[in-house]
């Protein structure tokens, strides 16, 4: 049973940012895919960023494509997802994925 804990979130304005952190347990982190999603109030869960095992391949929802990073550390069992020039429209919870299994989530709030 895989264990996630994300971190970093908080309140920011618009144009700031953060770095969340999915801290993962139960498991050998290194060989999966993790995710980054996220949903806002009234609004289904969406994809933001995944990244393979090996960081090789690492995909982003154009929403987010040149703004946000996703990056990993395998040694540390933890996994990144850096935000930058965050818009209002960015706001919800974050959620960090590996298969089945998802952590409590993390709020994120762009506001001014």
């Known amino acids: 049973q895989v264990q996630l804990a994300e971190s970093g979130g908080g309140l920011v304005q618009p144009g700031g940012s953060l770095r969340l952190s999915c801290a993962a347990s139960g498991t050998i982190f290194g060989i999966y895919i993790v995710n980054w999603f996220r949903q806002a109030p009234g609004r289904e869960r969406e994809f933001v960023a995944g990244i393979s095992w090996d960081s090789r391949n690492i995909n982003y929802v154009d929403s987010v494509k040149g703004r946000f990073t996703i990056s990993r550390d395998n040694a540390k069992n933890t996994a990144f997802l850096q935000m930058s020039s965050l818009k209002p429209e960015d706001t919800a919870v974050y959620y960090c994925?590996?298969?089945?299994?998802w952590g409590q989530g993390t709020q994120v709030t762009v506001s001014s």
């Open positions: 994925n590996i298969g089945r299994s």
